[in-house]
């Protein structure tokens, strides 16, 4: 079955405190992964796509990573306009795409 | 820049009445999308829509459900007759190609009564 699973469902830290998403993919033919952040009563806002394993994007404080089975969100020194959910897809086969539930990320000041 | 908008950001139904949840995507892009999230839970993919025909659809869009691009800007998603499951947050996107990103609009917020 295809899947998209995100790990931890939420995660508090203290503003500076650095770690890491993950989200595991199990899709035939994937085509592109994409992370999303998004705020409360708001739609998904793009943040990165990685197309192939080895593949790494820097915006700001956050870096995605990919490989073959999972993708990392990587969020060093944080600050508390951080604080959001943040979403992994996966595109596959033609045009279908498969969301995670998220994490919670909540940045304490 | 320039985004995907959707209206109403709220609407209210009884059970059984139809709705008509709008769009306009970005203006020049090809592919569009209608997703929907049940509150606490994961975006779900309903149905995707290339050169004025559904592309793909997930089990999710039944006979109840059905798109349409009336004319060069809007695009819309119509649900014939609602039931209280049907309440959720529904999201329109839009991509210039595939194996772009998606663009979101801030979705509407469909409550049924």
């Known amino acids: 079955e295809d899947q998209v699973t995100q790990s931890p469902e939420a995660l508090r830290l203290q503003e500076g405190e650095s770690s890491s998403l993950n989200c595991s993919y199990t899709?035939?033919?994937?085509?592109?992964l994409f992370w999303y952040r998004q705020d409360p009563g708001k739609g998904p806002e793009f943040l990165f796509t990685?197309?192939?394993a080895g593949e790494e994007k820097e915006k700001e404080r956050l870096k995605a990573t990919l490989t073959k089975k999972e993708s990392f969100l990587h969020i060093t020194a944080p600050k508390p306009e951080d604080s959001a959910t943040y979403l992994c897809a996966a595109l596959y086969r033609d045009d279908k795409i498969i969301f995670g539930k998220g994490t919670r990320l909540h940045i304490l000041p | 820049e320039p985004e995907v908008t959707q209206t109403p950001s709220h609407q209210v139904t009884q059970m059984g009445q139809e709705v008509i949840l709008r769009c306009v995507p970005i203006?020049?892009?090809?592919?569009f999308y209608w997703y929907r999230q049940i509150l606490g839970q994961k975006v779900e993919f309903l149905v995707s829509?290339?050169?004025?025909?559904?592309?793909?659809k997930s089990e999710i869009f039944d006979d109840q459900f059905s798109v349409e691009r009336p004319d060069g800007s809007n695009f819309t998603l119509k649900i014939r007759s609602t039931k209280l499951e049907d309440s959720a947050m529904y999201f329109c996107a839009s991509t210039r190609q595939l194996n772009q990103p998606q663009h979101f609009g801030d979705g509407t917020r469909l409550s049924i009564l």
């Open positions: 990685l197309y192939s």
């Open positions: 829509f290339y050169n004025n025909e559904i592309s793909e």
């Open positions: 899709v035939s033919g994937l085509r592109g």
């Open positions: 203006s020049n892009h090809l592919y």
